[in-house]
């Protein structure tokens, strides 16, 4: 005989990362995507989604510095003040500095990697350093292009609920 299967009767409680009251801040899972075992989820876009938006990857390609830069100080924005950036970010700052002195040598991997394991602790992406090292090593462009978007998805959240 088969086994009834339980009923609820409430939704369960919210993940972390994700926001239940608008006036607190924006949705850190902008597309909903599912949360596995370990709470973590996918990136919002694929690696190589960067070609759906063409002038962001562009810039990243172009002057990775201050892509790098510009996602940096929007990011720090939304940790410190919990909003977007008034000016959509900064271009020239001291990650911009860094970013460039270290691509000079090579090894700005290095800085990136930090950067893109901040964005992923903060919207629970899985991941890890190596993968992390890895994507800033093969292709720059989408790797910046991928962290930005997810940044903008936040963003975008704050606007919705003013709306």
């Not at 949705?27 to 694929?46: E, I, M, V, Y």
């Not at 462009?141 to 709306?163: D, G, Y």
Request: with cysteine; hydrophobic share 30%; charged share 20%.
């Amino acid at each position: 005989m088969a086994e009834k299967q339980p009923q609820f009767t409430s939704q369960p409680p919210p993940n972390p990362g994700m926001t239940t009251d608008p006036r607190i801040g924006g949705n850190r899972n902008g597309l909903n995507k599912s949360f596995n075992a370990d709470n973590q989820r996918d990136w919002s876009f694929g690696f190589f989604d960067c070609f759906s938006t063409c002038g962001v990857c562009l810039f990243g390609w172009l002057c990775p510095c201050f892509s790098y830069g510009q996602t940096q100080s929007r990011y720090n924005h939304l940790l410190r003040q919990g909003t977007p950036h008034p000016t959509g970010g900064e271009l020239f700052s001291s990650d911009c500095l860094t970013y460039h002195a270290l691509h000079c040598f090579g090894c700005s991997c290095l800085l990136a990697m930090g950067g893109r394991k901040n964005i992923r602790e903060r919207y629970n992406i899985q991941g890890s350093k190596r993968a992390d090292c890895l994507v800033h090593t093969c292709c720059v462009p989408c790797a910046l292009t991928q962290e930005s978007r997810e940044i903008t998805l936040e963003e975008e959240s704050f606007v919705a609920n003013k709306a």
